[in-house]
């Protein structure tokens, strides 16, 4: 079992940065890939970033690809999400994710998922 708590999220003018936070508890925190997807209303949730458990691999998706960073501290069972150059289309909430092992790149893979936290982008 994984629990999931993002922080982190707030309003940023465009060209802004923000690093959202995911606190995790649980046996298995430190054997999961981690990842953030986000989502906004009437659309499907949709893959950001993820880091491997091991922390030597990160995936991006091409939208965010060169402007965020994904990164995950085992010692204080945490993952980030930093955000720079943000633009209006990055608004969504982000939920944070993970999955036992293997890098989860789908809202199928995930096997665990944090409340989200909102992050608006004004132009």
């Known amino acids: 079992q994984v629990q999931l708590v993002e922080s982190g999220g707030g309003l940023v003018q465009a060209g802004g940065s923000l690093r959202l936070t995911c606190a995790a508890s649980g046996r298995t925190f430190s054997s999961s890939a981690l990842a953030w997807f986000r989502q906004n209303p009437g659309k499907e949730r949709e893959f950001v970033a993820a880091?491997?458990?091991?922390?030597?691999?990160?995936r991006y998706a091409d939208s965010v690809r060169g402007r965020f960073t994904i990164s995950r501290d085992n010692a204080k069972n945490a993952v980030y999400l930093q955000m720079n150059s943000l633009k209006p289309e990055d608004t969504a909430v982000y939920y944070c994710?993970?999955?036992?092992?293997?890098?989860?790149?789908?809202?199928?893979?995930?096997?665990?998922w944090g409340q989200g936290t909102q992050v608006t982008v004004s132009s």
């Open positions: 880091v491997s458990w091991r922390g030597s691999s990160t």
């Open positions: 994710a993970a999955k036992l092992l293997a890098v989860p790149l789908t809202t199928g893979d995930v096997e665990y």
